[in-house]
C-alpha cells in the first residue's frame, strides 16, 4: 500500500526493522530536550504528515521496550490517526514510572501500525442473539 507522506523532521522516514514487524518506530521531532515527570503527560511532534487511504487508519502505540524498561506508555493508546487528517502526527506521550525521563530529539517513541478498517452499519434490533458467554464480561471466561 502506499502512502502520501510528507517529512518536515530531521530524521528519515519510518520504516519498518525487520520483514514481519507490524510497526514503525516514530521518533521525536523537538528543538531541545522534554523532561517528562512522574505521571506528566505531553504530546510530541514528529514532523510528519501523512494521506491515508479511506478504509484504513494509522494506529499510534507505545514501544514494548519504552513501556517495560522506562514506563512510559501512549496515554490514548492505540492512538488514531483518520483518512481525513492531514495536520502533523503527534504522541501523546505519558511517564508512569517514579523517575523523571528525558525525551530527546530522534528517540524512537512510539510505532505507527497501518490497519484497514470497517464502517459500521448499525441495524437496531429488539433482542440479540443468544451466546453460550452470554452479558458475562470482565473476567466472566475464567482466568
Known sequence: MKIQIINKSKHELPNYETIASA???????????????????TIVKT???????????????????????KGITV????????????????????????????????ERIAQLVI???????WEEVEILSETERGAGGFGSTGV
Not at 27 to 32: E, G, P, V
Not at 51 to 64: C, D, F, M, N
Open 75 to 106: 496515554l490514548n493508546a492505540p492512538g488514531t490517526v483518520d483518512a481525513d487528517y492531514r495536520g502533523e502526527i503527534g504522541v501523546i506521550l505519558a511517564n508512569i514510572s517514579n523517575e523523571d525521563f528525558v525525551i530527546n530529539d530522534g
Open 23 to 41: 510497526g514503525m518506530d516514530l521518533r521525536a521531532n523537538i528543538s531541545k530536550p522534554i523532561t517528562l515527570k512522574p505521571l506528566e503527560r
Open 47 to 69: 514532523g510528519l504528515f501523512i494521506a491515508l487511504p479511506v478504509g484504513t487508519e494509522a494506529q499510534v502505540r507505545p514501544r514494548s521496550g519504552l513501556a517495560a524498561k
Open 115 to 121: 490497519a484497514k478498517h470497517e464502517r459500521a452499519v
